[in-house]
């Protein structure tokens, strides 16, 4: 089974020769191989580094993006580049451990297409393990795959599961979860993790922040992409039926007692009215959403 290495890496000079060896010493003779290092518009000498790699042994690919595209980015044009049948994804700054390379094989020989790598323990500072083990807690709720650590850039792929996914943004961390919805099968391995050494971490906590906006999209994107009306029409109809009893209620009291005791509900008529109103434009929203999925629907047919 032949195997790639997709590594992005971004001003990561100093790590980029020494991750090099380490793989090679503990792939060599053992299986068929190769390496796509992607620069991902690294101002440092990280594009001399893989250069001179490249130049020296075959079985490593350079990609070099322009500027700083991001992970998300790099990571696809590496997987263009990638030949093998399982494709694995790990950080270029010596936090992961190749080693563990044939614990994920394990995996997939099992039969799994994702193996998600969970870093048992952390070797990152406490500000960035508590909001994620928040975050790792509502992803395993809702996303439908108990997983403790999504966020691992240490993963391995069945090719085809690279093939048929598609994936923009920052969502490549959600991967996983997009192949489950997809019906792959995913698990996690337990890997160990190294403090980094050298060259600075990319991500601060706006990660967690712009992580929290990605899971919703990727929530929506899984369960509803193709039936909006199932999400907002039920978020409308919970706002509406309550809004629509205290309506009939009040009227109902209008009519049968004197109209001077509505005077005592006001707070309450505006509640029904507010409720009344966020329903129809919820559903409205899911109407809408439908029509949208309907008109690519039959123009995809076309
Ligand atoms: N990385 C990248 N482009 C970016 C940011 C990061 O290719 O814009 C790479 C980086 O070089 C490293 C991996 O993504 O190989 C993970 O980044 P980092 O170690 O900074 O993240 P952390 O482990 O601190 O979450
Ligand atoms: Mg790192």
Not at 174 to 201: D, M, N, Q, Y
Not at 274 to 292: A, R
Request: proline content about 4%; glycine content about 8%.
């Amino acid at each position: 089974m032949k195997i790639s290495l997709v590594i992005p890496a971004f001003n990561e000079e100093g790590n980029i020769t020494p991750l090099y060896q380490k793989i090679k010493e503990v792939l060599e003779n053992r299986h068929d191989w190769e390496l796509i290092f992607v620069n991902d518009g690294s101002r440092d000498r990280t594009r001399e580094e893989i250069e001179e790699i490249a130049g020296t042994d075959e079985r490593v690919k350079a990609v070099h993006l322009p500027t700083n595209f991001g992970k998300t980015i790099a990571l696809k044009e590496g997987f263009k580049k990638a030949t093998g049948e399982v494709i694995f994804t790990l950080d270029a700054d010596l936090q992961d451990d190749p080693e563990e390379i044939e614990k994920f094989l394990q995996k997939i020989e099992e039969g799994h297409d994702v193996v998600c790598g969970w870093r048992f323990h952390r070797r990152d500072p406490l500000w960035k393990r508590v909001p994620s083990r928040i975050f790792n807690f509502f992803v395993s709720l809702l996303g439908g795959v108990k997983l403790h650590d999504i966020n691992c850039g240490y993963k391995a792929f069945r090719k085809e599961v690279i093939e048929k996914l598609d994936f923009y943004g920052d969502l490549y961390r959600f991967i996983p979860l997009i192949a489950h919805s997809k019906g792959f099968r995913v698990t996690e391995v337990k890997v160990k993790h190294a403090p980094r050494k050298r060259g600075k971490s990319k991500y601060g906590w706006k990660k967690f922040y712009w992580g929290f906006l990605d899971f919703i999209t990727i929530i929506f994107l899984t369960h509803y992409r193709v039936k909006p009306l199932h999400l907002f029409g039920t978020m409308g109809t919970v706002l509406f039926l309550p809004g629509a009893a205290i309506e009939i209620g009040l009227a109902v009291l209008w009519f049968t007692s004197s109209p001077h005791s509505i005077g005592g509900h006001y707070p309450l008529l505006w509640l029904g009215i507010l409720l009344l109103i966020v329903g129809i434009q919820l559903i409205s929203l899911g109407l809408l959403g439908e029509m949208i999925v309907y008109g690519f629907m039959s123009m995809k047919k076309e």
